[in-house]
C-alpha cells in the first residue's frame, strides 16, 4: 500500500460526458501528480501541483483540468469525453520535487 | 529537454537466468533516476533510484541498476529472475530542480518457467 488513495477504482461513462477522479496523497505530501495511461500512448504526464499550486504541465488536454484543495487532495476533472480518454489515470505524490513519487492504484477510465 | 529511452518493449526470459533491462536518458544537466514496477492491474512501486553516491544502486527484490554517466544510461539488472518478477518496468528521470518526472515507454518482462 502506497499510501496513495485513488476513488474511484473504474468509471463507465458516456461520450460527451464530465467526471471527476480524486486522489488523496500520502500523509505529509506536498506534491501531487497525474498522469495517463494508455495502451498506445503509454505513461503521459498530465500535470503536478505543490501545496494547491501549478507547477508544471504535461500533454493535458483543454478538456481536462486539476486542482489541489488546502487539505492537498486533488481532482481531476475531464469533461466532453470521447472514447480516446479511456485509460488509466494515477495519481502519484512526494515530499517535494525531486524526491521519489508513490502511485496510487488508478482509476480506469472507459468512454461508451 | 529530457527523454528516457527503454530500448527494449519485451523481455522474454528462462526462470533463474540473469536479466538486463536497458535505459537511456538525455538531459544535459544532472539528473535523478529511478525505476519503476507495474504489476498486473495495479499502480506503479518504486524499485530503486539514484539520486548521488554510489553508481550502483541496490533495490528492493534483489534488482539493482547502475548509473552511467558518459553513457547516460541506468541499466536494472537482476541476477536470478523469478516467476514473480513478471511484470511492466518503467525506467524514469527527473531533472535537479525540475518538477515532473519523465518516464519511458516501459519493458515488458516475461519470465518463462
Known amino acids: 500500500d502506497s499510501g496513495v488513495t485513488q476513488t474511484p477504482k473504474h468509471l463507465i461513462t458516456a461520450t460527451g460526458q464530465r467526471v471527476t477522479l480524486r486522489c488523496s496523497p500520502r500523509s505529509g505530501d506536498l506534491s501531487v501528480y497525474w498522469y495517463q495511461q494508455s495502451l498506445d500512448q503509454g505513461l503521459q504526464f498530465l500535470i503536478q501541483?505543490?501545496?494547491?499550486?501549478?507547477?508544471a504541465k504535461g500533454n493535458i488536454l483543454e478538456r481536462f483540468s486539476a486542482q489541489q484543495f488546502p487539505d492537498l487532495h486533488s481532482e481531476l476533472n475531464l469533461s466532453s469525453l470521447e472514447l480516446g480518454d479511456s485509460a488509466l489515470y494515477f495519481c502519484?505524490?512526494?515530499?517535494?520535487?525531486?524526491?521519489?513519487?508513490?502511485f496510487g492504484q488508478g482509476t480506469r477510465l472507459t468512454v461508451v | 529537454a529530457q527523454s528516457v529511452t527503454q530500448l527494449d518493449s519485451q523481455v522474454p526470459v528462462f526462470e533463474e537466468a540473469p536479466v538486463e533491462l536497458r535505459c537511456n536518458y538525455s538531459s544535459s544537466v544532472s539528473v535523478y533516476l529511478f525505476w519503476y514496477v507495474q504489476y498486473p492491474n495495479q499502480g506503479l512501486q518504486l524499485l530503486l533510484k539514484?539520486?548521488?553516491?554510489?553508481?550502483l544502486v541496490k533495490g528492493i527484490n534483489g534488482f539493482e541498476a547502475e548509473f552511467n554517466k558518459s553513457q547516460t544510461s541506468f541499466h536494472l539488472r537482476k541476477p536470478s529472475v523469478h516467476i514473480s518478477d513478471t511484470a511492466e518496468y518503467f525506467c524514469a528521470v527527473t531533472q535537479t530542480g525540475a518538477n515532473n518526472l519523465f518516464f519511458g515507454t516501459g519493458t515488458r518482462l516475461t519470465v518463462i518457467p
Open positions: 501541483y505543490y501545496n494547491g499550486e501549478e507547477r
Open positions: 502519484a505524490s512526494s515530499l517535494d520535487r525531486n524526491t521519489e513519487a508513490f
Open positions: 539514484y539520486l548521488s553516491g554510489s553508481t
